[in-house]
Structure formats: structure tokens, C-alpha cells
């Protein structure tokens, strides 16, 4: 099991919590709460060893569209870079759909 954390400068409060995936054979759950340290902190626990540099990319590519203050739970279990952004992206949303707004994303379908 490998421990991994990154952080991200955010720009905009996240008010709502979210709790999209499932723990499971080749999938992953990403829990996301407001963060009042106006930065994104995201921990990953992970089944799989020796993929840190893949997870930095895949998030480095997530938070140049999202600046939200968030704190970011992944818990993996094989899941592919495609499966955690979209995990990531469904968390977004889902936060965001209790707030009634689409703030925090920039970019593409914001």
C-alpha cells in the first residue's frame, strides 16, 4: 500500500462535500471536502506501488482546470489514469451541484 500526497493553490472556496466511486477490483473512491487553508490537498492511498509520477500527472492535469480549496481523499485500488479523472471530475461536479453553481472550474464545460 503506497501513502502519496500533493498539493495545488486554489482560488475559489468549496463549500460542499462530495463522495463519488467505490473501492473495488480496478476502481476507486474520491471523497472531497471544503478546505479552509485556500489550497488544494489531495492524499492517495493506493494498492499500487511505484506510480507516484503517473498520479502526479494525472492530478497536475486535473488542477490546471480546477483551483478549488479543497481537501481530496483517492482511495485506489488499479484504477487507470482515465478512471481518476473521471472520479475526480464526478466529485466536482457533485459538490457543485449541491451548491447550485459551477464555480471552480475553468476552462472546457464550465
Not at 485556500?38 to 509520477?53: E, F, K, L, P
Amino acid at each position: 500500500m503506497e501513502h502519496l500526497s500533493f498539493d495545488y493553490p486554489a482560488r475559489s472556496i468549496v463549500s460542499a462535500r462530495a463522495h463519488v466511486g467505490v473501492v473495488g477490483s480496478g476502481d476507486l473512491e474520491v471523497l472531497l471536502a471544503p478546505n479552509q487553508a485556500m489550497q488544494a490537498r489531495v492524499v492517495v492511498n493506493t494498492s499500487v506501488d511505484g506510480y507516484g509520477h503517473i498520479w502526479k500527472s494525472v492530478l497536475d492535469r486535473f488542477f490546471s482546470r480546477y483551483d478549488g480549496a479543497a481537501q481530496i481523499e483517492i482511495n485506489d485500488f488499479g484504477a487507470t489514469p482515465g478512471v481518476v479523472a473521471l472520479r475526480l471530475a464526478e466529485a466536482v461536479e457533485a459538490a457543485q451541484g449541491t451548491q447550485g453553481g459551477t464555480q471552480g472550474m475553468q476552462g472546457e464545460n464550465a
